[in-house]
């Protein structure tokens, strides 16, 4: 986090500003001793379009990746949650012994 004195913020409140946006906070040190700090929030109409579940999420360009591979990886991550060491330690070994 950026850091600014208390005296910069009076004269350059625009340079404080910037970097807030830029960084996403700004820490503002006080003469007395005290820190402020100057934090970005987006109103919800730009987190959130209307008509959209704030869940829709976008997608990342260039993976190319099939429907069938996302719920693979998808049900692989959720079985490592839900397995112990020993019960992923047999999971592997089983998946090694198994021709393709």
């Given at each position: 986090?950026?850091?600014?004195?208390?005296?910069?913020?009076?004269?350059?409140?625009?340079?404080?500003?910037?970097?807030?946006?830029?960084?996403?906070?700004?820490?503002?040190?006080?003469?007395?001793?005290?820190?402020?700090?100057?934090s970005?929030?987006?109103?919800?109409?730009?987190?959130?379009?209307?008509?959209?579940?704030?869940?829709?999420?976008?997608?990342?360009?260039?993976?190319?990746?099939?429907?069938?591979?996302i719920?693979?990886?998808?049900?692989?991550?959720?079985?490592?949650?839900?397995?112990?060491?020993?019960?992923?330690?047999?999971?592997?070994?089983?998946?090694?012994?198994?021709?393709?």
């Open positions: 986090m950026s850091t600014v004195t208390e005296s910069d913020f009076t004269q350059r409140p625009a340079e404080a500003l910037r970097i807030a946006k830029t960084d996403g906070e700004v820490r503002i040190e006080c003469t007395d001793g005290t820190a402020l700090t100057l970005v929030t987006r109103p919800s109409s730009e987190t959130t379009k209307p008509g959209r579940s704030p869940l829709d999420v976008g997608y990342v360009k260039g993976l190319h990746l099939t429907v069938e591979e719920v693979s990886a998808i049900r692989e991550g959720r079985e490592r949650d839900y397995l112990t060491a020993d019960e992923r330690a047999a999971a592997d070994a089983t998946k090694e012994q198994t021709p393709e």
